[in-house]
């Protein structure tokens, strides 16, 4: 994980002093050096802040072409890439490093945009050519790494996180109607929380001239039709093609210059990441796993039985519950939005904790369970609504083993209790997913004004409140609500993420209320976030 910026102005030059600036920002994504360049004219900079992973020698960043005419900084990683070095070469290219970054540069030299279909790898990238007046940036095809872009005065910024560009001079604004969708649908793959300040989508890149400014998409998913020739395969090929790609990914992902670890639970998912790479390792690969307090949520015993099957390092990383709430602020700082569950901020310790164990590179299944249908609101749907060739009574058993076999996923993933029918929604979309089926109505009273609250609560764990004043605001189902003068409910405490939500919400929809920046509000409530994991609220 490098990080990166580049800036291009139509007006004057940039300002040195800036650039560092903004890369320096970057420090936590790459510890190992920043440098910078910025173009003869100074209208054009590129700031790079790099974590070494391949080519601990030569492969600092920028990286020039050989004519000096095109630089380029990269954040990711290009798989196979010793193949394609092979492959400029005998066509004649001098690679000044032997960085899995530059084959990029001279891919784009050979090839130009349609470079892009012959790089395989998670990456973020922007490119600067000299020649054509042009500034090229892409991101991977499913966005993997991110890339974020914001227009301010005369200039184009990009970078890695939006911190970047705030520290480079663009303004730290809200977009209240980003904040409203992310908060209802989980946001947009093109919008962030800020004003003014967007992202490069996965799949598709970015060219800037002088002149103009353009987003274009180069890859998509392709699925087979109905009647497609590809459907009609035994399960054993499709099974057999499966292992053999996931197979050669994983076997890619271990190339580097630094120890590789990997990421742990009792999923099949991160215990089939974890077997195949061992099988293509001579030492053991350290696995890591997150422990907790918990038993709904612990998967030790099932990961340390897998380390042991792989003859893996088995690593545990102990959590307790108020390790969580005291870290909430922190994972949100990092990763620049809300986070409604404790999924992020999980992930943020496990990732601290790997760091501080020396390692730089660790592999994962995440992912896995969007494309295959791991979740069990995934598999109610392909129960639900693909009912070619079922049987009712094995289809009602299937529904009736994922509630009883998934007990955190009731009331969150999975429709729980009878509730009404989303009649506008199925009529419209000839179906409803299960997280928008709500729960069973609950009142509540207020412990500030007495008033009784209507809790409309979903299965998305979000809910709709009124109060005494008539104020409509988004809530948690987990005892986290709003009420008119107070962030309480009951006697405990409220959320301080799903406060600042409603006072957000609230200031879009019905009240004009201003809202402070995110972090500094998340910060100076740190101390009640805690009691948003301990037991849940009863009236």
């Known amino acids: 994980m490098c990080g990166i910026v580049a800036m291009f102005s139509r007006g004057g030059p940039v300002s040195p002093a800036v650039v560092q600036k903004a890369t320096r920002r970057l420090y936590h994504r790459g510890p190992d050096g920043q440098r910078h360049w910025i173009s003869p004219d100074g209208r054009v900079a590129l700031g790079h802040a790099r974590l070494s992973i391949i080519d601990l020698t030569t492969g600092d960043q920028p990286i020039a072409s050989e004519d000096g005419r095109k630089h380029i900084i990269v954040n990711g990683e290009f798989y196979d890439y010793e193949a394609t070095q092979r492959e400029l070469e005998r066509a004649g290219h001098h690679l000044r490093t032997r960085s899995d970054s530059e084959i990029a540069l001279h891919l784009y030299e050979d090839l130009g945009i349609q470079c892009l279909h012959q790089l395989r790898g998670e990456f973020a990238f922007v490119l600067w050519d000299e020649n054509h007046r042009t500034l090229f940036a892409a991101r991977d095809r499913f966005g993997i790494k991110p890339l974020f872009y914001a227009v301010h005065g005369e200039t184009l910024y990009l970078a890695s996180e939006v911190k970047a560009l705030f520290a480079a001079g663009v303004p730290a604004r809200w977009d209240a109607e980003s904040v409203a969708q992310a908060t209802e649908f989980g946001g947009h793959q093109m919008r962030t929380l800020f004003e003014g300040v967007f992202q490069v989508p996965p799949g598709h890149y970015l060219v800037a001239t002088d002149r103009h400014t353009e987003l274009n998409k180069y890859w998509d998913f392709n699925y087979p039709t109905r009647d497609s020739a590809a459907l009609h395969r035994s399960g054993a090929d499709y099974a057999a093609e499966f292992r053999h790609v996931l197979e050669e990914a994983v076997r890619l992902r271990l190339r580097a210059d630094v120890p590789v670890g990997c990421y742990l639970s009792g999923g099949l998912d991160s215990c089939a990441m974890l077997g195949l790479a061992a099988k293509h390792r001579r030492d053991p690969i350290r696995a890591f796993t997150l422990t907790f307090d918990r038993p709904d949520y612990d998967e030790e015993k099932e990961a340390k039985g897998m380390a042991s099957r792989a003859g893996a390092d088995f690593f545990p990383i102990p959590i307790r519950q108020d390790d969580l709430a005291d870290n909430f602020a922190d994972a949100i700082q990092q990763s620049e939005t809300f986070c409604f569950n404790a999924h992020g901020v999980a992930k943020y310790l496990l990732s601290r904790a790997v760091r501080d164990a020396g390692y730089k590179v660790v592999i994962t299944g995440e992912g896995s369970d969007e494309i295959l249908g791991g979740y069990a609101h995934f598999r109610r749907d392909m129960v639900l609504y693909n009912r070619d060739g079922q049987n ?76 005494s004043a008539g104020l409509m605001s988004v809530g948690s189902s987990m005892a986290a609500m709003r009420c008119t003068n107070r962030f309480t409910f009951g006697q405990r405490r409220c959320c301080p993420v799903t406060s600042l939500i409603c006072s957000v919400i609230a200031w879009r929809w019905r009240t004009r209320l201003r809202v402070a920046c995110l972090f500094s509000i998340i910060r100076s409530w740190r101390f009640s976030v805690r009691n948003l994991y301990t037991k849940k609220f009863t009236a």
């Open 392 to 467: 009712p009574g094995q289809a009602a058993a299937i529904l009736q083993d994922l509630e009883r076999l998934n007990p955190v996923s009731r009331g969150l993933l999975l429709p729980h209790g009878a509730a009404k029918p989303l009649e506008n929604v199925n009529r419209v979309l000839g179906l409803c997913h299960p997280g928008l089926k709500p729960s069973p109505h609950v009142a509540r009273r207020c412990s500030r004004c007495g008033t009784l609250i209507l809790l409309k609560g979903t299965a998305l764990g979000r809910a709709i409140i009124r109060c």
